[in-house]
Structure formats: C-alpha cells, structure tokens
C-alpha cells in the first residue's frame, strides 16, 4: 500500500485591521472561516471551532475593553499549529475577572481561550499589545 503525501499548505499569513466596533466580531470570524477554508489538508471541524471561537473573544475583548479605534487581527498556518494575533493601541494586558453569570458582563473569554489554546502569550510595546494564541491545526 502506498501513502499519497499531501502537501501542507501554509499559504501567506490572512491579515486585517477592523474598527473598534461591534461587527468587527463578525468580520474577524468570516476572515477566519475563509482562511481556514483555503488550507491543505483543511483543519477539523473541532479545530476550527476552537480558532473561530478563540478569535471571537480576543476581537470581543479588544471591542468592550480596549483603548483605542483599530484593532487587527493576523492568522498564520505552520504545521500543525495555527496562530491568532490580536492587536490594540492599548498597553493593559487582559486580565482575568471573576465569571458574571447574573449580570451578563461576561468574564468568560479569557479563561476560555486560555483552555482552548496549546499556548497564549502578550507582547507589550509603545504602541499598545499584541495577544497570540497558538492552537491544534
């Protein structure tokens, strides 16, 4: 029996700068979708959940917290492993707050992506952050 190769395809980077709005959720989700569409071999369904999940709450995050007017989004396929990146002009890490579940303030995201992602790291600069997320291709 012969095992057919097939070759991974990271492709270029997907990247985009959104307004600080509330449809920049759903923006940053269709650009996931789309990228994740055009890769080969096309990643899981459980993955891809997990990556649209998890660029959800980083996009939702900057909208409802963040300093700022733009926040971008950079999606990055290696083998393997899929990276998020989401930046703002603000400075402030995210930080963890105890779960409303009366209130609908939230304080569910963080945590969440925290689980779902293999790695989470914040760069901090001049010029505001950075939160990557890498996750199981």
């Known amino acids: 029996m012969r095992t057919q190769h097939i070759p991974l395809d990271t492709g270029p980077p997907a990247t985009a700068t959104f307004e600080k709005r509330p ?3 759903s923006d940053a989700r269709d650009l996931t979708r789309g990228y994740l569409a055009g890769l080969t071999p096309a990643v899981d369904d459980e993955n891809a959940a997990s990556i649209e999940l998890v660029v959800s709450e980083l996009i939702t995050n900057v909208v409802r917290h963040a300093r700022g007017t ?14 998020v990146a989401v930046s703002d002009a603000d400075p402030r890490p995210p930080r963890e707050r105890a779960p409303d579940f009366e209130g609908g303030t939230g304080g569910f995201g963080w945590p969440m992506v925290q689980q779902l992602a293999r790695a989470v790291g914040v760069t901090r600069g001049p010029d505001g952050k950075t939160v990557r997320a890498e996750l199981a291709r």
């Open 23 to 25: 449809e920049a959720v």
């Open 70 to 83: 733009l926040c971008s989004l950079r999606l990055h396929a290696r083998p393997g492993v899929l990276t």
